[in-house]
């Protein structure tokens, strides 16, 4: 059975945590999209981890850990995460790398760092990981793929050709140092020793195990909103987000997809530009931000403060339904314990009529949040197993939520543990 995690907002809905509980009960975890430009943040007996890269099941001694197709392969970050966590006593995972992944290479790191240089006060909020001139490369038919670091007569081919096109920017555009292909050729040799032990045809892996019938887990980075087609374009990432990839990204038929957790927060955060109708200011934020998350809702990768705002259900509704959702995990509910009232936008105000669909970006920069008030619990619901258990104003918050979305919700977050979870 295939099992598809993924984000139903802007990214940071607590993915991490549930899919580290979901790895518990699968064999295989993919990660099937994005690279390191966006992190999961878990904890566990271990301690308190940001991974980035690495599929957040590695922390069990019976899964193996793969990373698919579609990633954006930064090496050296794989290989230092993987070297981080067996520093602190994680034991070694079980990892397979996919031969068709593609190379974040070094100059992909450059080249974003240099545009969002060059666009100063217009730029994309990016990550600065390569994440842009990796697929921009990879779709304009010049990346880099596994297989190919094992060809060193190709790859001398190829990287002569792309620097003479990058050079051309990089000297008259950016006004930066050249690239080398005798550089470059060093650096794909190191890559090569370190990611040559755990390469293999994943597609064709994945398709054993499931004749096996082993229980394989796709995880997704970042969220619906993010999806370069289906997001608040151009405030996007450059790899699709959504559960429907899965079957792209890591190389397995779709229909075999089953069943799809969109994760969704009991709030809004969000970490970089782009429109954010349900966003709050000042000590209303700040507050919600102290509180927010494991020790505060700042970015896993940046470091960066997320900007916080109330449950969009308009966005969430629409994040549910472009991933194809059969079931929704509502978490960090813990968080709005403190609140004696509870706002949440129900509907989005645009040019004097309201509307219950998500729209295009045109439109919802000039969209207003259109608020329902509900009541606080106002006291500390973490420890709680019991759904029934709850402080009924918590329950109604559950079921409102889940009535707007349109999915059933099946798991609540009340707290960062792994096993801090109420099912339903």
Request: charged residues 25%.
């Given at each position: 059975?295939?099992?598809?995690?993924?984000?139903?907002?802007?990214?940071?809905?607590?993915?991490?945590?549930?899919?580290?509980m979901?790895?518990?009960?699968s064999?295989?975890?993919?990660?099937?999209?994005?690279?390191?430009?966006?992190?999961?943040?878990?904890?566990?007996e271990?301690?308190k981890f940001?991974?980035?890269?690495?599929p957040s099941?590695?922390?069990?001694?019976?899964?193996?850990?793969v990373?698919?197709?579609?990633?954006?392969?930064?090496i050296?970050?794989?290989?230092?995460e993987?070297?981080?966590?067996?520093?602190?006593?994680?034991?070694?995972?079980?990892?397979?790398?996919?031969?068709?992944?593609q190379i974040?290479?070094p100059?992909?790191?450059l080249?974003?760092?240099?545009?969002?240089?060059?666009?100063?006060?217009?730029?994309?909020?990016?990550?600065?990981?390569?994440?842009?001139?990796?697929?921009?490369?990879?779709?304009?038919?010049?990346g880099?793929?596994?297989?190919?670091?094992?060809?060193?007569?190709?790859?001398?081919?190829?990287?002569?050709?792309?620097?003479?096109?990058?050079?051309?920017?990089?000297?008259?555009?950016?006004?930066?140092?050249l690239l080398k292909?005798?550089?470059?050729?060093?650096?794909?040799?190191?890559?090569?020793?370190?990611?040559?032990?755990y390469?293999?045809?994943?597609?064709?892996?994945?398709?054993?195990?499931?004749?096996?019938?082993?229980?394989?887990?796709?995880?997704?980075?970042?969220?619906?909103?993010?999806?370069?087609?289906?997001?608040i374009?151009?405030?996007?990432?450059s790899?699709?987000?959504?559960?429907?990839?899965?079957?792209?990204g890591?190389?397995?038929p779709?229909?075999?997809?089953?069943r799809?957790?969109?994760?969704?927060?009991?709030?809004?955060?969000?970490?970089?530009?782009?429109?954010?109708?349900?966003?709050?200011?000042?000590?209303?934020?700040?507050?919600?931000?102290?509180r927010?998350g494991?020790?505060?809702?700042?970015?896993?990768?940046?470091?960066?403060?997320?900007?916080?705002?109330?449950?969009?259900?308009?966005a969430?509704?629409?994040?549910?339904?472009?991933?194809?959702?059969?079931?929704?995990?509502?978490?960090?509910?813990?968080?709005?314990?403190?609140?004696?009232?509870i706002?949440?936008c129900?509907?989005?105000?645009i040019?004097?009529?309201v509307?219950?669909?998500?729209?295009?970006?045109a439109?919802?920069?000039?969209?207003?949040?259109?608020?329902?008030?509900?009541?606080?619990?106002?006291?500390?619901i973490?420890?709680?197993?019991?759904?029934?258990?709850?402080?009924e104003?918590?329950?109604?918050?559950?079921?409102?939520?889940?009535?707007?979305?349109?999915?059933?919700?099946k798991?609540?977050?009340?707290?960062?543990?792994?096993?801090?979870?109420?099912?339903?």
């Open positions: 059975m295939v099992t598809a995690i993924v984000g139903a907002n802007w990214g940071d809905e607590g993915k991490g945590k549930l899919t580290d979901l790895a518990e009960e064999d295989i975890i993919v990660r099937f999209q994005g690279g390191s430009n966006a992190g999961h943040t878990i904890v566990n271990y301690g940001a991974l980035h890269i690495l099941g590695v922390f069990y001694r019976h899964t193996t850990s990373i698919g197709n579609g990633v954006a392969l930064n050296p970050d794989l290989f230092r993987i070297n981080g966590i067996v520093e602190r006593g994680v034991p070694m995972p079980k990892m397979k790398v996919s031969d068709r992944a974040v290479m100059y992909h790191i080249f974003d760092e240099y545009e969002e240089e060059r666009l100063a006060g217009k730029s994309f909020g990016s990550t600065k990981s390569g994440i842009a001139p990796f697929f921009s490369d990879k779709f304009a038919k010049v880099i793929q596994v297989s190919e670091l094992f060809d060193e007569e190709l790859l001398r081919e190829k990287l002569e050709s792309v620097c003479v096109q990058k050079n051309i920017l990089l000297e008259h555009l950016y006004h930066k140092p292909v005798d550089e470059l050729m060093d650096t794909l040799r190191e890559y090569r020793k370190m990611v040559e032990p390469v293999c045809d994943v597609s064709a892996y994945l398709y054993e195990a499931q004749k096996q019938g082993r229980r394989i887990l796709l995880e997704g980075q970042l969220g619906s909103l993010k999806d370069p087609d289906h997001g374009f151009p405030m996007v990432t790899s699709s987000t959504l559960a429907g990839y899965g079957a792209v890591a190389g397995l779709p229909y075999e997809i089953k799809i957790v969109a994760v969704v927060k009991a709030y809004s955060s969000a970490v970089g530009a782009g429109e954010f109708v349900s966003e709050i200011f000042g000590d209303e934020a700040e507050e919600l931000r102290r927010g494991d020790g505060g809702e700042y970015g896993a990768t940046t470091g960066r403060p997320r900007r916080m705002g109330w449950f969009d259900a308009v969430s509704r629409y994040g549910c339904r472009v991933q194809g959702a059969t079931e929704a995990a509502l978490t960090v509910l813990d968080v709005l314990g403190y609140l004696d009232e706002p949440v129900v509907g989005y105000e040019d004097g009529r509307t219950r669909d998500f729209p295009t970006t439109s919802l920069k000039k969209a207003k949040p259109v608020y329902e008030i509900l009541p606080g619990w106002r006291s500390d973490r420890g709680i197993t019991e759904y029934d258990e709850l402080p104003n918590c329950r109604r918050y559950i079921e409102f939520v889940e009535k707007e979305l349109e999915v059933p919700v798991m609540v977050s009340n707290g960062p543990a792994r096993h801090e979870i109420i099912k339903r």
